[in-house]
């Protein structure tokens, strides 16, 4: 069973929860301990990767070792068509739909293929949007960020992402947002598409991750809290409790 197939069988039964590792934001060691907390917490798939660029040696290292103690399949999460590596178990093809520079449109995507296709690594098309306040991905991927009443702009992206074939829409307020995406344009969205729908950023308690997940996304995202947190397991379980448990 492919991954996007494993993330449709489970969206279709209850909602999902991921969590998102950025490598760049700590060492091996404590990237691989938040992975294995995260896995007994109960998350369905571990994100490695973010907005902050690193190598694919990089890369490769912290998914082995992630890989040697966690059993949930490995997804990156690309800031870059250097962010890759063949020991995860599949990546996210995506495109920031609302960038000023096409090369996070379609540039690094271009350069990224043929190394992809080499590797045999499952890819996943994704479209990707980001709100305000858009943190670092909105600045490092020259985004024109939509606004918290953007409800044209946020289902016009949404819907052209799924009549050209992507897979997953995902609606992003940044790591570290002090705010989510509004839940009425989540709501809006998910009656718009018939993909599945990503939303995260912003979500660090479980009223937020309920609120979120009741609004129509499938699959709540969450990263900054875990890399925060003292006790990892802790921290998480009452988020992913929530959302598995919503509407």
């Known amino acids: 069973m492919t991954v996007y197939s494993e993330i449709l069988s489970l969206t ?55 890989r040697k103690k966690c059993l949930k399949k ?17 990546i996210y093809f995506m495109s920031l739909m609302n960038s000023r520079n096409p090369e996070f449109i379609v540039g690094h995507q271009a350069k990224a293929a043929p190394y992809l ?35 044209e702009n946020a289902i016009g992206y949404s819907l052209t992402a799924e009549m050209m074939g992507m897979k997953l829409v995902y609606l992003e307020a940044g790591s570290g947002s002090p705010v989510t995406v509004n839940p009425e344009i989540v709501s809006e969205v998910k009656k718009k598409i018939s993909i599945p729908l990503i939303v995260g950023g912003g979500i660090r308690t479980p009223e937020n991750a309920k609120r979120i997940a009741d609004s129509g996304a499938d699959i709540i995202v969450t990263g900054t809290i875990a890399e925060k947190a003292d006790k990892v397991r802790d921290a998480l379980r009452p988020i992913i409790d929530a959302v598995i448990n919503s509407q």
């Not at 999902?16 to 369905?44: N, W, Y």
């Not at 490995?74 to 599949?90: H, N």
């Not at 479209?127 to 024109?144: D, I, S």
């Open 74 to 90: 490995i997804i990156i999460f690309p800031g870059s068509s250097s962010m890759i590596s063949r020991y995860a178990d599949a």
């Open 117 to 151: 296709k080499k590797m045999g690594i499952e890819t996943i098309p994704m479209g990707y949007l980001v709100f305000h306040p858009g943190m670092t991905v909105g600045k490092v991927g020259e985004a024109n960020l939509i606004d918290n009443d953007g409800m």
């Open 12 to 66: 279709k039964t209850r909602k999902v929860h991921m969590t998102l590792i950025d490598p760049a934001s700590q060492d091996i060691d404590r990237s691989c301990g938040i992975a294995m907390e995260a896995e007994k917490a109960g998350t369905d798939f571990l994100m490695i990767g973010g907005s902050t660029e690193i190598n694919e040696e990089a890369m490769d290292e912290t998914i082995k070792e992630i």
